[in-house]
């Protein structure tokens, strides 16, 4: 099995080379283009923190690197192409950092954490700054902050936009952190993010940063992109981090997302492998926080919702009216690059697992749903063996399952990963996936679904 190796060349004076094995393929970044300015979003990042009188510490400047690398090894080395499995990857980074001994400590962690978002085999090796490269960021300086007292995530989902409401609500000054993917996901997400400012104008700062990392061509010239896309919260994570860094103090992170999505307790045996997220699984969150303790980072990610179902979010939600406003502008469809997002009206498929869950939360809160899908569940013929049916079939399996045997919930939520820091709350995880698994019982129970078109 060959591995892949990726590593990092910041401009001319940046002489290193990876030893690169007989069983390796070796692709190269270039960090800085022709007039020696940040490549990939970074220079942007940078002047857009600068704007709000912000400035990553090193060591945040590094987790931008890394993410960089983790991001385009995750999103240009394809499954199919490269693994045995058809999913498992050997993947290896070269990252040159500001801060060798912290990182050369984190090695291990971040494997571990890397491995399991993205089921494949990383091995990371760090290398010291080149020299000869002027450092993009120093320690010395400190810029003065604007009050900010936190980071939250905006993804433009629903879980994300209750969780802004609900911080505003509280009186939190806080910094938003996006991620921009693709062109029309990424509009949505920025029409949302200005409602929301006007929502609470006159009332809270409201600020955000994204970044819109992209790539040009392959890294690898007869090889395919990989839509799996399962590490792309490292770089969403690595944003709010550094942005985190930026405040001099400690700082909390925000990661709002529901219980039943965060415990992600596969529907039937065969999707343990299947490109289901654990962005927000336990074990995922607490490894993060390790690291950062390692790299003696003063911050600490906390997901606000764990114990929440989706539709207790929107039931529980702070403003009420704010939400009702906004949340049919929220997106939560797990397939935001297909055609039907453009100019159609409605922007969710209405069948994939989050807008399954998605249709639950709102009928189980408020007996209606805002959101306009591609799909009438009730009308449209469904089939197992087509999209439209395929989570559907797996929802009414895990459900027959869950009521068959009750107590078989205690067991499912230890399938998608080690629960062992959690012991104290796992009947709390019970429930809130049983909880959860209620909510979408009332969507899809009844539903008919053909075995064949």
């Known amino acids: 099995m060959t591995r892949y190796v990726v590593s990092a060349k910041f401009g001319v004076k940046d002489t290193h080379r990876p030893l690169v094995n007989s069983d390796e393929r070796h692709a190269q970044m270039a960090f800085l ?21 912000l400035k990553p510490t090193s060591v945040g400047f590094d987790f931008l690197v890394l993410a960089t690398m983790v991001h385009s090894a995750d999103t240009r080395v394809n499954r199919i192409q490269t693994s045995q499995d058809a999913w498992t990857r050997e993947l290896r980074l070269v990252v040159p950092v500001l801060n060798h001994h912290k990182w050369i400590k984190a090695t291990d ?34 810029l003065t902050t604007n009050g900010l007292d936190s980071i939250s995530l905006f993804s433009g989902g629903l879980d994300s936009l209750i969780g802004a409401i609900d911080h505003l609500e509280n009186g939190a000054k806080t910094l938003f952190v996006s991620h921009g993917g693709e062109s029309t996901v990424s ?12 929502q609470f104008v006159g009332r809270a700062n409201v600020d955000r940063i994204r970044w819109g990392l992209r790539f040009q061509g392959q890294l690898y010239p007869d090889m395919k992109g990989e839509s799996s896309t399962r590490g792309r919260s490292f770089l969403f994570f690595s944003l709010a981090v550094a942005a985190g860094t930026s405040l001099r103090k400690d700082f909390t992170i925000r990661v709002p997302e529901n219980g039943l999505i965060a415990l992600n ?58 939400l009702k406003a906004l949340a049919p502008m929220s997106m939560s469809c797990a397939h935001p690059s297909q055609d039907r997002y453009i100019g159609s009206g409605k922007p969710h498929c209405g069948y994939c697992l989050p807008c399954i869950i998605r249709r ?21 013929r469904l089939v ?24 078989v919930a205690q067991s499912l939520v230890f399938k998608p990963g080690p629960l062992r820091e959690d012991s104290d709350i796992i009947p709390d995880l019970v429930d809130v996936y049983r909880r959860g698994m209620g909510e979408v019982a009332k969507v899809v129970g009844g539903l008919k679904v053909y075995s064949e078109g």
């Open 265 to 322: 307790v596969p529907l039937d045996v065969t999707r343990l492998g299947s490109n289901s997220t654990r962005t927000t699984h336990p074990f995922y969150m607490h490894r993060w926080n390790e690291l950062l303790s390692i790299l003696e980072i003063p911050g600490a990610l906390r997901n606000p919702y764990w114990n929440r179902t989706k539709g207790e979010m929107v039931s529980g939600c702070l403003n009420e009216k704010t």
């Open 384 to 407: 197992s063996t087509a999209a439209n049916g395929q989570q559907i079939r797996a929802f009414q399996y895990a459900l027959s399952r869950l009521a068959a045997d009750p107590d």
């Open 33 to 53: 283009n022709e007039s020696q300015h940040l490549r990939y979003g970074l220079d942007d990042i940078l002047k857009c923190l600068k704007r709000l009188k």
């Open 109 to 142: 962690v971040l494997q571990r954490m890397l491995r399991f978002l993205t089921g494949d085999l990383w091995s990371i090796d760090f290398r010291p700054w080149p020299s000869k490269v002027k450092a993009p960021i120093s320690d010395g300086l400190k």
């Open 360 to 380: 639950a939360s709102f009928m189980s809160s408020w007996g209606k749903d805002p959101t306009g899908y591609q799909i009438d569940l009730t009308k449209d």
């Open 187 to 198: 509009k949505l997400q920025s029409d949302l993010f200005d409602e929301l400012q006007k």
